[in-house]
């Protein structure tokens, strides 16, 4: 009589009551390894036998042993062919809360203790990209969601580059509360072929399709803050027609850092000075030793930063206050690069004392106090017409007045 061929399923729980139903299991079509979760060939022997003499493997037998109580069933949801794991997804949404790159779990050290101490088999980051981000994302765009419901919103974009030079448009969207700041959320990210109003008009609508899917509520939208680019007035233009409740605002800080601008270029020795200075101390140990031991209670000459705004303001004032103590350290130098880059130190105190009237002035009420400095009236002419082409290029600063008089 022929022998009879035995079925796959047959085979298959043959396999796991040989080598025990704590390693594998099986639904009859496929063999799985509980202690790797992952799925096992078992057309032969020799493959199981192979994969159970992988490292792999053979740690997690021992964290099995070491810890029997730890029920490895929990990797396991429902039929015995997924791969989703509760604790993955906690541990993908932790990583990604706290702003750690899931590349990290590469780390032998990291991976080790995570796995000793919750006795769970640690994902690969690529499963964890494949399988867990996308969950995580849509529990929080329910966190969202619900935390804004019914209430009005308001809207900011702004556009940067990334280091690869990509443009890049972020929308934040905030709750409008009447007696205190709302909550605010990073809601949509979008990569931008280019930058012009159509394109942010786009950004615009696909972020509010997101935070409403079943429906854009316009009238719940009232108000949209941008930058004061051309491109970002023609879109708040173009976008009013179908958000007539919406109120367009742009950012003051940029007005006040273009009046900013106006001053440092009508002050080029002080800009110069804090610029030479800054180059004396640039990548050299040995003054800035000296430095301290000189003035010990003095931090280092400030090096401003252009893009941040008041830094160069602060700078004058830092040189105001401390200039005989940094040229007397620069003055000690021996080494002719730092006396050339130090140029007209000694004849620069002048400049920075009328820099510092200015720095006051801006600090406070700027119109007023600048019709009574001493200084040309060619620069004042140029501080009102740039601060009047501010307000001329922003059509919506009455608005900025209204909202700022709100109780």
Same mark, same amino acid.
């Given at each position: 009589? *022929?022998?009879?061929?035995?079925?796959?399923?047959?085979?298959?729980?043959?396999?796991?009551?040989?080598?025990?139903?704590?390693?594998?299991?099986?639904?009859?079509?496929?063999?799985?390894?509980?202690?790797? =979760?992952?799925?096992?060939?078992?057309?032969?022997?020799?493959?199981?036998?192979?994969?159970?003499?992988?490292?792999?493997?053979?740690?997690?037998?021992?964290?099995?042993?070491?810890? +029997?109580? &730890?029920?490895?069933?929990?990797?396991?949801?429902?039929?015995?062919?997924?791969? !989703?794991?509760?604790?993955?997804? $906690?541990?993908?949404?932790?990583?990604?809360?706290?702003?750690? +790159?899931? %590349?990290?779990?590469?780390?032998?050290?990291?991976?080790?203790?995570?796995?000793?101490?919750?006795?769970?088999?640690?994902?690969?980051?690529?499963?964890?990209?494949?399988?867990?981000?996308?969950?995580?994302?849509?529990?929080?765009?329910?966190?969202?969601?619900?935390?804004?419901?019914?209430?009005?919103?308001?809207?900011?974009?702004?556009?940067?580059?990334?280091?690869?030079?990509?443009?890049?448009?972020?929308?934040?969207?905030?709750?409008?509360?009447?007696?205190?700041?709302?909550?605010?959320?990073?809601?949509?990210? @979008?990569?931008?072929?280019?930058? /012009?109003?159509?394109?942010?008009?786009? &950004? !615009?609508?696909?972020?509010?399709?997101?935070?409403?899917?079943?429906?854009?509520?316009?009238?719940?939208?009232?108000?949209?803050?941008?930058? @004061?680019?051309?491109?970002?007035?023609?879109? @708040?233009? +173009?976008?009013?027609?179908?958000?007539? $409740?919406?109120?367009?605002?742009?950012?003051?800080?940029?007005?006040?850092?273009?009046?900013?601008?106006?001053?440092?270029?009508? !002050?080029?020795?002080?800009? $110069?000075?804090?610029?030479?200075?800054?180059?004396?101390?640039?990548?050299?140990?040995?003054?800035?030793?000296?430095?301290?031991?000189? @003035?010990?209670?003095?931090?280092?000459?400030?090096?401003?930063?252009?893009?941040?705004?008041?830094?160069?303001?602060?700078?004058?004032?830092?040189?105001?206050?401390?200039?005989?103590?940094?040229?007397?350290?620069? =003055?000690?130098?021996?080494?002719?690069?730092?006396?050339? /880059?130090?140029?007209?130190?000694? %004849?620069?105190?002048?400049?920075?004392?009328?820099?510092?009237?200015?720095?006051?002035?801006?600090?406070?009420?700027?119109?007023?106090?600048?019709?009574?400095?001493?200084?040309?009236?060619?620069?004042?002419?140029?501080?009102?017409?740039?601060?009047?082409?501010?307000?001329?290029? /922003? +059509?919506?600063?009455?608005?900025?007045?209204?909202?700022?008089?709100? *109780?």
């Amino acid at each position: 009589m *022929p022998k009879v061929k035995e079925s796959a399923s047959v085979k298959l729980k043959a396999f796991v009551s040989k080598y025990g139903e704590n390693i594998f299991s099986t639904d009859g079509r496929i063999l799985l390894c509980k202690i790797c =979760d992952m799925r096992v060939a078992a057309e032969k022997k020799f493959t199981i036998e192979q994969h159970m003499s992988r490292e792999k493997h053979k740690h997690g037998l021992q964290r099995l042993e070491n810890k +029997s109580s &730890v029920n490895l069933q929990q990797m396991l949801l429902g039929d015995t062919c997924s791969t !989703f794991s509760p604790f993955s997804e $906690k541990l993908c949404e932790a990583f990604l809360s706290a702003d750690i +790159s899931l %590349h990290k779990l590469n780390h032998p050290k990291l991976r080790t203790f995570l796995e000793e101490e919750t006795g769970k088999l640690i994902p690969d980051p690529r499963t964890m990209r494949r399988t867990y981000i996308a969950r995580c994302y849509d529990k929080t765009l329910k966190k969202i969601r619900e935390m804004i419901g019914e209430r009005n919103v308001f809207v900011s974009i702004d556009e940067t580059t990334d280091s690869m030079g990509r443009y890049v448009a972020n929308v934040i969207v905030g709750v409008l509360e009447a007696h205190r700041p709302g909550e605010q959320f990073l809601l949509h990210c @979008a990569q931008l072929d280019k930058v /012009n109003y159509s394109t942010i008009s786009l &950004v !615009f609508d696909h972020a509010l399709r997101i935070l409403w899917p079943d429906g854009i509520r316009n009238s719940n939208v009232l108000l949209f803050i941008t930058d @004061a680019a051309p491109y970002m007035m023609k879109a @708040a233009a +173009s976008l009013s027609a179908l958000y007539p $409740k919406m109120v367009h605002v742009t950012y003051l800080a940029h007005a006040l850092h273009r009046v900013a601008e106006e001053v440092r270029a009508n !002050f080029p020795e002080v800009d $110069k000075l804090i610029g030479c200075v800054k180059k004396v101390f640039l990548k050299a140990p040995s003054r800035i030793s000296a430095f301290k031991t000189e @003035a010990p209670e003095i931090q280092l000459p400030f090096s401003p930063v252009l893009t941040r705004r008041g830094t160069w303001f602060q700078a004058c004032s830092y040189y105001c206050k401390n200039f005989d103590v940094v040229k007397k350290v620069v =003055d000690s130098f021996d080494n002719d690069d730092a006396k050339t /880059n130090s140029y007209s130190v000694n %004849h620069q105190k002048q400049w920075l004392y009328l820099c510092k009237i200015f720095v006051h002035a801006m600090r406070s009420r700027f119109c007023e106090r600048l019709t009574v400095i001493k200084r040309p009236n060619k620069l004042v002419r140029r501080l009102e017409v740039r601060r009047t082409y501010n307000n001329d290029n /922003n +059509s919506n600063i009455n608005n900025n007045n209204m909202i700022a008089e709100l *109780p």
